[in-house]
């Protein structure tokens, strides 16, 4: 009984937070995303991964300052990111837990990646919405794609977070969609090719078709080996804005369209409806935009994207309208469990 009324207490403290401080936690949120950061930098949860380690131990093994250290860890406990154990010891939460560097579903790569470069451009976002110019480009002076181009370790980071992510979506995606059809599925800007690994595990009849810039082709090369794949899936290199490998029946396409514009989503599409097989099938794995108030991440997302690269996410009208431009026809929209839909369409 007392935790039941301990339960209705707390559900009245939540509706009853004044508004002014709803959205002060709001407006400070930028604390929490660079705490989640520096954690994740430091590689803490790696270091506690064994167990409870005092605040001196991680500040020694991490190269930082003790008390600051403690403060940051503090804050996060708040939040259920790691736990106390005693005076100024530090454990893991299952939060905490997807920032260790070391597991499958590691989160950690997107905590950096959204901790710099991407934070540092959303600085000049009111710039990005008075004038329509790019802020990333009006922070770094270049396009996002070409920063990473010319900085190695931030390129790897965004692989290796966008590879994080896929695999999550991956799994949802062939447990919504039945691939038994096709014969040769073509995945453009696959990454380091979570999504199609997943697909040739689960379809031992299918056969893939990587298809990347060539230093991430080369580099996926040993992840398609290493999955026992070798015999079935190539890795390609290449310029999608130029030209996608043919012959496929089902093209993949998770999380690109929204790195693009209209005019470039249309001629990454016009490649593809020249290669695609005519009863083939064009997939697209995308977080498609409801009408009117509803909370969904996509409408962040979609921020994120014009802060970036000028980009956006879609709605089912404003794909219905891109894939007409490009030859093709809206089939279907099939929703997954993660968010994630996959948007089919056919060649017209």
Same mark, same amino acid.
């Given at each position: ?7 209705? /207490? ?34 803490? =949860? ?8 005092? #605040? ?39 939060? =905490? ?10 989160? /950690? ?54 590879? $994080? ?7 949802? #995606? ?8 096709? &014969? ?5 800007? =696959? $990454? ?45 290199? $290449?310029?999608?804005?130029?030209? #996608?490998?043919?012959? &496929? ?23 593809? /409806? ?19 108030? =509803? ?31 490009? &030859?093709?026809?809206?089939? /279907? ?5 993660? &968010? ?9």
């Amino acid at each position: 009984m007392s935790t039941q009324a301990e339960a209705v /207490r707390d559900e009245h403290a939540v509706a009853e937070v004044p508004p002014h401080y709803q959205l002060l936690q709001m407006i400070t949120g930028y604390w929490l995303t660079q705490s989640i950061y520096v954690a994740a930098k430091l590689g803490i =949860a790696d270091l506690v991964a064994d167990g409870p380690r005092h #605040v001196d131990e991680l500040a020694r093994a991490s190269g930082s300052q003790p008390d600051l250290l403690n403060r940051v860890l503090r804050a996060l406990c708040s939040v259920g990111i790691f736990t106390t154990h005693g005076k100024d010891s530090y454990g893991l939460t299952p939060l =905490a837990d997807l920032l260790r560097s070391d597991l499958p579903n590691s989160m /950690r790569p997107q905590a950096i990646m959204h901790g710099e470069e991407q934070y540092r451009a959303w600085s000049d976002v009111l710039h990005n919405v008075k004038t329509g110019e790019i802020a990333f480009e009006k922070e770094f002076g270049k396009t996002y794609f070409g920063y990473l181009a010319e900085h190695p370790e931030a390129d790897r980071v965004f692989n290796e977070a966008q590879a $994080g992510y896929t695999k999550e979506v991956a799994g949802a #995606v062939v447990d919504a969609y039945d691939f038994t059809p096709f &014969g040769t599925v073509i995945d453009v800007g =696959a $990454g380091y090719g979570p999504m199609l690994l997943k697909l040739l595990a689960r379809y031992p009849h299918l056969r893939g078709i990587l298809f990347d810039q060539p230093h991430v082709a080369e580099a996926a090369k040993a992840r398609i080996q290493a999955a026992g794949l070798g015999g079935r899936c190539l890795a390609e290199g $290449g310029d999608f804005f130029v030209s #996608v490998p043919s012959g &496929g029946d089902a093209y993949i396409l998770s999380l690109l369209l929204h790195d693009w514009d209209e005019e470039r989503s249309v001629t990454i599409l016009k490649n593809i /409806r020249r290669g695609i097989a005519p009863n083939g099938r064009l997939l697209v794995v995308e977080l498609v935009l409801p009408e009117g108030e =509803a909370p969904f991440f996509g409408k962040w997302l979609d921020l994120h994207m014009a802060v970036l690269l000028g980009a956006r996410e879609r709605t089912a009208n404003e794909f219905r309208e891109l894939f007409a431009a490009s &030859g093709f026809k809206l089939q /279907r929209i099939v929703p997954t469990s993660t &968010g994630m839909s996959i948007v089919e369409a056919v060649p017209v």
